[in-house]
T-cell receptor, first 117, second 109 residues
């Protein structure tokens, strides 16, 4: 099946720094990628939808200036958490949609655990 | 906006029992529905994907059904094992994917 990778898998940073998370589709082209956030003992919440070559669409309540998303190629999307604070500590998961496959299936990355001290 | 609900929130069963996890959704205009497993502190493991035109999918001891008209899906786990202990997430695919809150399953030896 299609594989999506994320890097890094885990990051610890100081409050006020910016953190970049990469999401790559390894063996397929993804015109659309999605970013989710999962707080402890909660489900995944969609943060934004990213289409290659255009601006991301953010869900209500997600600050676009704080969570910068770039989808410059068909295999790479990045999420940058700017001026991170402890409340941004979460598990961030990306997914990529294989539009040439059947049923618009999404393939999920393994996640990135962000801890802001 | 699509709302996905999973019942029960938590379930504890003895080993060997057959069990059913429920998922309901509010908007029947979906592309697909997917069941995932998530172990503590880990990412998602895809279990079964049902396309909107399908009624069920089976993989080993797992069977998932989909009734789009009523906005419901069930995940049936046969002969449960302690290794099945995890959180099970239902996700509904439209233009994007919306997740339920999950069912935390514990199978006791």
């Amino acid at each position: 099946g299609a594989v999506v990778s994320q890097h890094p898998s885990r990051v610890i940073c100081k409050s006020g720094t910016s953190v970049k998370i990469e999401c790559r589709s390894l063996d397929f082209q993804a015109t659309t990628m999605f970013w989710y956030r999962q707080f402890p003992k909660q489900s995944l919440m969609l943060m934004a939808t990213s289409n290659e070559g255009s601006k991301a669409t953010y869900e209500q309540g997600v600050e676009k200036d704080k969570f910068l998303i770039n989808h410059a190629s068909l295999t790479l999307s990045t999420l940058t958490v700017t001026s991170a604070h402890p409340e941004d500590s979460s598990f961030y998961i990306c997914s990529a949609r294989w539009t040439s496959g059947s049923g618009n299936e999404q393939f999920f990355g393994p996640g990135t655990r962000l801890t802001v001290l | 906006k699509q709302e996905v609900t999973q019942i029960p929130a938590a379930l504890s069963v003895p080993e060997g029992e057959n069990l059913v996890l429920n998922c309901s959704f509010t908007d029947s205009a979906i592309y697909n529905l997917q069941w995932f497993r998530q172990d503590p502190g880990k990412g998602l493991t895809s279990l079964l994907l049902i396309q909107s035109s399908q009624r069920e999918q089976t993989s080993g001891r797992l069977n998932a059904s989909l009734d789009k008209s009523s906005g419901r899906s069930t995940l049936y786990i046969a002969a449960s094992q302690p290794g099945d202990s995890a959180t099970y997430l239902c996700a509904v695919g439209g233009g994007d994917m919306r997740f339920g809150a999950g069912t935390r399953l514990t199978v006791k030896p």
